[in-house]
T-cell receptor, first 111, second 114 residues
Framework: QQPVQSPQAVILREGEDAVINCSSS?????VHWYRQKHGEAPVFLMI?????EQKGHEKISASFNEKKQQSSLYLTASQLSYSGTYFC????????????FGAGTRLFVKA | EAGVTQSPTHLIKTRGQQATLRCSPI?????VYWYQQALGLGLQFLLW???????NRGNFPPRFSGRQFPNYSSELNVNALELEDSALYLC?????????????FGPGTRLTVT
């Protein structure tokens, strides 16, 4: 089951904040976040694990609510370089381990 | 440290032909993942290889296949190409298996089927 991301798209002015949400209908052990700039490969941002462990980008913050099966990515004081599509990834263990990504949230930061 | 590399960058094929895409993971990474990203869409899981074995595959027909070599590089083969196979194919590697390991993506191979 693909995780659901919201919003689908957001436009910000430089310096503004944004929150991107990711929710799953299944119990989660972890959530991964990636950013993909136009024409480039996705880049790892952060992993949030059940139990509170996190690793990733120092300037990015995120939360993981295990009970609600949700994660949120917080982008504060946005910069032009934050523009891109943000994907959250979860894992499906049905029939074997595989990564499932949300449809993505397109973020555009303008000057 | 060199990142994940993929070749070729672009590939143009005719419907019915076969395509071979290649991926070299980051040195020391044993897991390789393949994803299909159709234009404007998200990442669809294709295949996962670890230690030379296929560990899992996504909901794709059998004409999508691949392998992982002893040096952990990987190859994705797509037989009997169809127009809807046109997409960006991304390879990613990780240093371990499990949900605690991030994936590092290569630049992708843009496959166009005409």
């Amino acid at each position: 089951q693909q995780p659901v991301q919201s919003p689908q798209a957001v436009i910000l002015r430089e310096g503004e904040d944004a929150v991107i949400n990711c929710s799953s209908s299944k119990a989660l052990y972890s959530v991964h976040w990636y950013r993909q700039k136009h024409g480039e490969a996705p880049v790892f941002l952060m992993i949030l694990l059940k139990g509170g462990e996190q690793k990733g980008h120092e300037k990015i913050s995120a939360s993981f609510n295990e009970k609600k099966q949700q994660s949120s990515l917080y982008l504060t004081a946005s910069q032009l370089s934050y523009s891109g599509t943000y994907f959250c990834g979860t894992f499906d263990h049905t029939g074997g381990f595989k990564t499932i990504f949300g449809a993505g949230t397109r973020l555009f930061v303008k000057a | 440290e060199a990142g994940v590399t993929q070749s070729p960058t672009h590939l143009i094929k005719t419907r019915g032909q076969q395509a071979t895409l290649r991926c070299s993971p980051i040195s020391g990474h044993t897991s390789v993942y393949w994803y299909q990203q159709a234009l404007g869409l998200g990442l669809q899981f294709l295949l996962w290889y670890d230690e030379g074995e296929e560990r899992n595959r996504g909901n794709f027909p059998p004409r999508f296949s691949g392998r992982q070599f002893p040096n952990y590089s990987s190859e994705l083969n797509v037989n009997a190409l169809e127009l809807e196979d046109s997409a960006l194919y991304l390879c990613a590697s990780s240093s371990g298996t499990g949900e605690g390991y991030e994936q590092y993506f290569g630049p992708g191979t843009r496959l166009t089927v005409t």
